[in-house]
């Protein structure tokens, strides 16, 4: 009897130790074009999650830099999540008109398990190569931002920020 009280701690214990480690980024989603997007997947390589609505002014403003640097660094995964998915049509016509050309997500209740829902948008997640979140905040993103946040910055770049630190 012991020993099964010992059995069933130590089960407990490996649950609470390993299951927030497991669930706590994993995620499987599929875009607009049916392709699946798996964080397991993607281990190696930086992750961008921007959660967006059609109806949110500063979400509109900050995806043409997001675009951006989807194109200038195209080794990270960039994902956009839009939290107003019941119309997909208008969905879809926003992105298009913003040039939103990295996949597509349109929020769901299985999207919002695996994510949960932001508080406020826009909010940007960014998981680092290791799976774990490195930043995860609601308000605007610029391309600085990003690239500073997942290294992705130019060799130009990291050079005059490194002097203009020194200069003073």
């Known amino acids: ?3 099964a009280n010992v059995n ?3 089960a407990a214990f490996l649950a609470l130790a390993v299951l927030p480690a497991l669930g706590a980024g994993n995620f499987d989603l599929v ?3 049916g392709a699946h ?4 997947e993607a ?3 930086w992750v961008v999650v921007n959660f967006w609505a059609t109806w949110c002014v500063p979400c509109l403003a900050e995806i043409p830099e997001i675009v951006e ?3 200038r660094h195209p080794q990270v995964l960039v994902i956009g999540v839009a939290t107003d998915g019941e119309d997909a049509a208008k969905v879809k016509r926003y992105a298009q008109k913003l040039h939103h050309d ?3 997500v349109l929020s769901d209740d299985a999207v919002e398990r695996q994510l949960g829902s932001p508080s406020a948008l826009p909010t940007t997640r960014i998981y680092a190569p290791d799976g774990s979140v490195a930043y995860d905040k609601p308000g605007r993103v610029d391309l600085k931002l990003l690239e500073e946040k997942t290294g992705s910055a130019s060799s130009a770049h990291r050079a005059l920020s490194a ?3 020194r200069a003073g």
């Not at 997007?37 to 397991?40: I, K, T, V």
């Open 1 to 3: 009897m012991q020993k």
């Open 8 to 10: 069933r701690l130590y």
């Open 31 to 33: 875009d607009t074009q």
């Open 37 to 40: 997007h798996r964080l397991a």
């Open 43 to 45: 281990r190696g390589r």
């Open 69 to 71: 640097f989807h194109h």
């Open 102 to 104: 990295y996949p597509l």
């Open 163 to 165: 002097f203009s630190t």
